[in-house]
């Protein structure tokens, strides 16, 4: 168990250094909507925990939304965008990623009570935390007051997000140009295997 949750711990230090290297146009902290939108940590832990509950392994697919949107211009929520050169249609993504409909719900709720106030790149990034915390992992405090990207990049996704199949070189050489190295590499994507194959089996 303990071993568990430090794996989680070092999956989280990779997403928050793929955070901090990318896409942060402003300063990030965790109080970005303490007085504007208090209803925020609330809302999002209602509906991932909802949807956890209907399908234990959203939380892993929550988790790997975020690493998907922020492993392409950063985390910028740019993921979501619809059209056909969306990221969602490149192919690492395709039938690959989940989740949307949580992150829909989850911002029409906040769209409801603060109208235009917390961004899409804050919901996907405190609703991944929230599928790792609810999955049994440990908590890690979220810093807000990211900016959504406007112009998705299906080429970057196609080209720069690692697969599975490819050789281990070439995956190696994708962490790299976003700033994460070997070690980054091991831990994120043996420790997704093995979330997946918990939650799949639970």
Same mark, same amino acid.
């Given at each position: 168990?303990?071993?568990?949750?430090?794996?989680?711990?070092?999956?989280? $230090?990779?997403?928050?250094?793929?955070? $901090?290297?990318?896409?942060?146009?402003?300063?990030?902290?965790?109080?970005?909507?303490?007085?504007?939108?208090?209803?925020?940590?609330?809302?999002?832990?209602?509906?991932?925990?909802?949807?956890?509950?209907?399908?234990?392994?959203?939380?892993?697919?929550?988790?790997?939304?975020?690493?998907?949107?922020?492993?392409?211009?950063?985390?910028?929520?740019?993921?979501?965008?619809?059209?056909?050169?969306?990221?969602?249609?490149? *192919?690492?993504?395709?039938?690959?990623?989940?989740?949307?409909?949580?992150?829909?719900?989850?911002?029409?709720?906040?769209?409801?009570?603060?109208?235009?106030?917390?961004?899409?790149?804050?919901?996907?990034?405190?609703?991944?935390?929230?599928?790792?915390?609810?999955?049994?992992?440990?908590?890690?405090?979220?810093?807000?007051?990211? *900016?959504?990207?406007?112009?998705?990049?299906?080429?970057?996704?196609?080209?720069?997000?690692?697969?599975?199949?490819?050789?281990?070189?070439?995956?190696?050489? *994708?962490?790299?140009?976003?700033?994460?190295?070997?070690?980054?590499?091991?831990?994120?994507?043996?420790?997704?295997?093995?979330?997946?194959?918990?939650?799949?089996?639970?």
């Amino acid at each position: 168990m303990e071993n568990s949750c430090c794996r989680w711990v070092l999956v989280c $230090s990779v997403l928050a250094l793929c955070l $901090s290297s990318q896409g942060a146009r402003c300063q990030l902290t965790p109080n970005f909507y303490h007085s504007t939108c208090p209803q925020l940590y609330y809302i999002v832990q209602h509906h991932v925990f909802a949807a956890m509950r209907a399908e234990m392994r959203m939380g892993a697919s929550l988790l790997r939304l975020h690493f998907h949107d922020c492993f392409v211009n950063g985390c910028d929520a740019s993921i979501l965008l619809d059209g056909a050169d969306g990221e969602k249609f490149a *192919k690492p993504n395709l039938n690959s990623v989940r989740g949307y409909e949580v992150i829909d719900a989850i911002k029409a709720d906040l769209e409801s009570v603060c109208p235009e106030v917390v961004s899409c790149a804050d919901i996907v990034a405190l609703a991944a935390s929230y599928g790792v915390l609810f999955s049994g992992g440990p908590y890690y405090n979220v810093l807000l007051g990211r *900016k959504d990207g406007l112009v998705a990049n299906q080429s970057g996704a196609d080209n720069g997000l690692p697969s599975p199949f490819e050789p281990i070189d070439s995956i190696i050489q *994708k962490f790299v140009a976003v700033n994460l190295n070997t070690t980054d590499v091991v831990v994120l994507s043996g420790t997704y295997v093995r979330f997946m194959g918990a939650t799949l089996s639970s």
